[in-house]
């Protein structure tokens, strides 16, 4: 269980270096939506092992840094 | 605030019932000095009153003895969020290396005196407080940061600085600063970016300023009013703390009462009393009312019938939507129009963002327009329904709390007001959105990119 969990993933989204551009939504839209603006809204951060390289792809996809995956905080 | 109306919230105030509920003068603590001489307390006064700073009890560690105190004594912090004190004075005392203390006096929130008129009235509680929380968590740096805006303020506290160091009363030199006076500028993490050299505007977190503030090192950031209490609890001891108040919120607080009272201004009351007594503080309402603005553009609209009874501690307000606040209480008068007054709150916070993450920049001002049309013009159903979906949206999504803080009084507002809402819907703005509004909302615009250093 323990390794389990630390193996688990989540999003983290710096709010202040998004632009709205926008691409992660396209590539993980089971965990993200965007904003009438075009602005991401995280439905979960957790994300499960089946999504973890999607996750990637979105995370490389953003033209700004601004998502990131962090080990999830037990 | 400007010092013209800290003038005003300063007159000579009713005296509060001595109940037995507090032990200072006038059941006061905080300014007790106030109600004894009727002047600002200058050094002399201060030491006459209270002794010398009692550096010995607040050891860094912990086994600190201040520390401990201030845990026993249930302080929270005064600035809004009502953080327990003792666990923040902790993990900063429990950071690696030497620690920064930083007392924030911004007070940005338009309808809040309270911080204003503690360091005009008591100021020497406030430095006390910084020196007594700086050897407690070790500090080696400490700072006072103050609106840019307040000159007549950072005079004031140059002068009472100046006579410490003449008479050596800190172990450590107080650094004042003078910030841009902006709303999310008294945030603490735009303190911490603006003193490493930054704007003053919210940082994304974590790390959080108690792991890595000022200088990459362990940062406590105290409202000036929590350093005041923790000066007075060093002294006297949790058990003389506990005497105000109630169990679950001990100790007494500084509250500006606005809006239909009959003695407008900042008055000390204990902690936990029903928020009809707190306005009884002020002479009680001048007229029948309709709501109560409980923490100010921060804080939540209640219904009067429901928020009168309801006593001002963190958990009680918790169970209705709304929270203390930085201590406001704006009583809103039947004949004004909630509508239109929330309105001028949400174009205020709109213009007031940071202007740095999506929610701020067209989340909020699409909320301000909806609302500006639902109390001033017209809005038909398809358009609230827009207004609720984008109000639900605002939440949670920001680097700072600016949105969600704005989420709140808009969808608390949609809620207290819900009758309102339905005869605008049908009929139109009603005749009292030409009275004079109740709250007091500053104008200007929205900052510039380089009006933030």
Redesign the interface.
């Known amino acids: 269980m323990a390794l389990t969990r630390s193996n688990e993933q989540s999003l983290r989204l710096?709010?202040?270096?998004?632009e709205?551009h926008g691409a992660c939504a396209e590539l993980l839209p089971e965990l993200l939506s965007l904003?009438e603006?075009?602005?991401?809204?995280v439905h979960s951060a957790t994300v499960p092992p089946e999504l973890a390289a999607h996750a990637r792809r979105a995370v490389a996809a953003c033209p700004v840094l601004a998502l990131r995956l962090e080990r999830a905080r037990p | 605030m400007t010092a013209e109306s800290v003038h005003e919230s300063t007159r000579p105030m009713p005296a509060v019932p001595a109940d037995g509920s507090a032990p200072g003068p006038h059941g006061t603590r905080l300014l007790s000095g106030w109600f004894t001489t009727g002047r600002a307390a200058d050094l002399t006064d201060h030491l006459d009153r209270y002794g010398p700073l009692p550096l010995d009890r607040a050891r860094r560690g912990h086994a600190s003895p201040l520390i401990n105190a201030v845990e026993e004594a249930g302080l929270t912090g005064r600035g809004g969020a009502a953080f327990p004190t003792a666990r923040k004075l902790q993990a900063v005392a429990d950071g690696r290396g030497a620690a920064v203390v930083v007392a924030n006096a911004m007070e940005s929130e338009p309808a809040s005196a309270k911080d204003a008129t503690l360091l005009e009235l008591a100021p020497h509680l406030v430095l006390d407080g910084i020196a007594l929380a700086a050897r407690a968590v070790g500090a080696r740096e400490a700072h006072l940061c103050v609106a840019r805006t307040r000159q007549h303020q950072v005079h004031e506290l140059h002068a009472a600085l100046a006579e410490r160091e003449r008479r050596r009363v800190d172990p450590l030199p107080v650094r004042l600063h003078e910030l841009p006076h902006h709303y999310v500028s008294s945030e603490e993490s735009a303190l911490v970016r603006w003193l490493n050299g930054g704007d003053a505007r919210p940082l994304s977190t974590p790390p959080r300023p108690f792991e890595k503030g000022v200088g990459k090192r362990p940062t406590l950031i105290d409202n000036v009013e929590t350093l005041a209490h923790l000066a007075l609890i060093a002294r006297y001891g949790p058990a003389w703390y506990r005497e105000a108040g109630t169990p679950d919120a001990p100790g007494t607080t500084l509250v500006t009462l606005g809006g239909a009272v009959r003695h407008p201004g900042v008055y000390e009351a204990p902690m936990g009393a029903p928020i009809g007594r707190l306005l009884a503080h002020g002479g009680g309402p001048s007229e029948p009312l309709s709501a109560v603005l409980v923490g100010g553009f921060f804080g939540s609209w209640l219904p009067a019938e429901q928020a009168l009874p309801t006593p001002f501690t963190k958990q009680d307000l918790a169970a209705l939507g709304a929270g203390p606040g930085a201590g406001v209480l704006v009583a809103l008068p039947q004949r004004a129009c909630g509508l239109a007054e929330t309105a001028s709150v949400l174009a205020f916070l709109a213009r007031n963002g940071a202007q740095q993450c999506g929610p701020c920049r067209f989340g909020l001002p699409a909320v301000a327009e909806d609302f500006a049309a639902l109390a001033f013009g017209r809005l038909d159903p398809d358009g609230l329904r827009r207004l609720e979906r984008r109000v639900g949206l605002l939440a949670g999504r920001g680097a700072c709390r600016h949105p969600d803080g704005a989420s709140r009084f808009a969808a608390t507002a949609l809620r207290t007001f819900a009758a309102d809402v339905e005869r605008h819907l049908h009929h139109g703005p009603c005749p009292a959105v030409h009275h004079e509004p109740v709250l007091h909302v500053p104008t200007g615009s929205v900052p510039g990119p380089d009006e933030w250093r």
């Open positions: 710096d709010r202040i270096a998004c709205g904003d603006w075009g602005f991401p809204i």
